[in-house]
């Protein structure tokens, strides 16, 4: 079946310590999107990829990294930097980076610092 | 710059009541609008949405939502509520002057459905 796989479900971090979110599309969607849910926040965007080899930062960069470097793969890092990282994070692909699109959503990943 | 207001962070109906839960939308110009919904633990799905033409949109599982430009309001309603409805439900917009398509969401409404 077609959609967006997140690994891993469930994610536990020491505090100092890097951590990589896989997100993987088989639906040869152009755009990939992460974002961040917070209780009460709605969903808030952290980087966007339009197109392979390229991506732009969304509204809370600070403290992530990413890489698109194929089409189907748009992992996420969420370093050291990031003050507060325990949260809910989502990744989502459309098929082109047009404003109106649909975008779909994978089931996302439970991050939690220790 | 856009915004997105869900009204009622908490809604609760009783089964076989009426569901309206409240959008409103900042933007000079008419954005591109989505409902989306989201069981516990789970990512999110999309309920419907409106590019162009009718402003009345049918989505899945019986919910509907009306552009209203006077308003600038994409209200989302169901004629009867079932158990089975109860989730957190978003209000979203991207902007139709955007070259990108990344949605801008609201805070979410949290559907409670008493038996």
């Known amino acids: 079946d077609g959609g967006i796989t997140q690994s891993p479900k469930y994610l536990f971090r020491k505090e100092g310590q890097n951590v990589t979110l896989s997100c993987e599309q088989n639906l040869n969607h152009d755009a990939m999107y992460w974002y961040r849910q917070d209780p009460g926040q709605g969903l808030r965007l952290i980087y966007y990829?339009?197109?392979?080899?390229?991506?732009q930062k969304g509204d809370i960069a600070e403290g992530y990294s990413v890489s698109r470097e194929k089409k189907e793969s748009f992992p996420l890092t969420v370093t050291s930097a990031q003050k507060n990282p325990t949260a809910f994070y989502l990744c989502?692909?459309?098929?082109?980076?047009?404003?109106?699109?649909?975008?779909?959503f994978g089931e996302g990943s439970w991050l939690t610092v220790v | 710059a856009q915004s997105v207001t869900q009204l009622g962070s908490h809604v609760s109906v009783s089964e076989g009541a009426l569901v309206l839960l409240r959008c409103n939308y900042s933007?000079?110009?008419?954005?591109?609008l989505f409902w989306y919904v989201q069981y516990p633990n789970q990512g999110l799905q999309l309920l419907l949405k409106?590019?162009?033409?009718?402003?009345l949109v049918k989505g899945i599982n019986g919910f509907e939502a009306e552009f209203k430009k006077s308003e600038t309001s994409f209200h989302l309603t169901k004629p009867s509520a079932h158990m089975s409805d109860a989730a957190e439900y978003f209000c979203a917009v991207s902007g139709r002057m955007s070259n990108t398509g990344k949605l801008i969401f609201g805070q979410g409404t949290t559907l409670q459905v008493k038996p």
């Open positions: 989502a692909s459309s098929s082109t980076g047009s404003s109106g699109n649909t975008i779909y």
């Open positions: 990829s339009q197109i392979v080899n390229d991506f």
């Open positions: 933007s000079s110009v008419p954005p591109y």
């Open positions: 409106y590019t162009t033409g009718a402003t």
